[in-house]
């Protein structure tokens, strides 16, 4: 069975200490409305070498809000690479 959740969010993300200079660290915070709706923090980790385009990232999220009519807290976690593509 599948369902789907539809809706936006505000994101409001700031800097925060960051241990060296390729390693990037965002904390934030999210409101969520419409079939998701409640807020959520997280923090993100970045790395990249700008020289070869390369870059990946980790998010890790903490929902409290309603989802299906249902109250409660769960978590997300993302992730992604990146790589520069040339043109040909």
């Given at each position: 069975m599948t369902h789907t959740a539809k809706g936006t969010f505000?994101?409001?993300?700031?800097?925060?200490?960051?241990?060296?200079?390729?390693?990037?660290?965002?904390?934030?915070d999210k409101t969520w409305e419409g079939g998701l709706d409640g807020e959520s923090l997280g923090e993100m980790l970045s790395v990249g070498d700008p020289s070869s385009g390369a870059a990946a990232y980790t998010v890790l999220e903490?929902?409290?809000?309603?989802?299906?009519?249902?109250?409660?807290?769960?978590?997300?976690?993302q992730y992604g690479t990146m790589r520069r593509v040339r043109p040909a």
């Open positions: 505000r994101i409001r993300m700031k800097p925060a200490e960051e241990p060296s200079p390729s390693l990037g660290r965002m904390t934030f903490v929902f409290t809000g309603t989802l299906g009519g249902r109250r409660g807290r769960f978590a997300f976690h």
